[in-house]
């Protein structure tokens, strides 16, 4: 079971860090993600960290969004700055999976969790 939060209301420019908590060990998962979803549109990858610690990220995020994981805390993180108010979304973490035909997804199986709101606005 995946539990984020720290989402919330900030100002375009800022910096928010997500927290995903994992009710198990991280070691036992190959690559965990961070996704988002706007109303209307479909849930779209955000980043992925591996359990080497390799990273990825879509285009949008690169150089403003960073992924991480504590494994002795079962936790991985998503630190975002330079906040854009296209960047408003309910994000979600679960675990990633690379698919060699679409990029980074989630596994098709896999419950989402609540997710954390995150607003960008002034």
């Known amino acids: 079971q995946l539990q984020a939060s720290g989402g919330g209301l900030v100002q375009p420019g800022g910096s928010l860090r997500l927290s995903c908590a994992a009710s198990?060990?991280?070691?036992?998962?190959?690559?965990m993600g961070w996704y988002r979803q706007t109303p209307g549109k479909q849930r779209e990858f955000v980043a992925a960290i591996t359990a080497g610690g390799a990273t990825s990220y879509v285009d949008s995020v690169k150089g403003r969004f960073t992924i991480s994981r504590d494994v002795a805390k079962n936790t991985v993180y998503l630190q975002m700055n330079s906040l854009k108010p296209e960047d408003t979304a309910l994000y979600y973490c679960?675990?990633?999976?690379?698919?060699?035909?679409?990029?980074?997804?989630?596994?098709?199986?896999?419950?989402w969790g609540q997710g954390t709101q995150v607003t960008v606005s002034s």
């Open positions: 198990g060990s991280l070691r036992d998962i190959s690559a």
């Open positions: 679960n675990r990633a999976n690379y698919y060699s035909a679409y990029g980074w997804r989630a596994y098709e199986d896999d419950s």
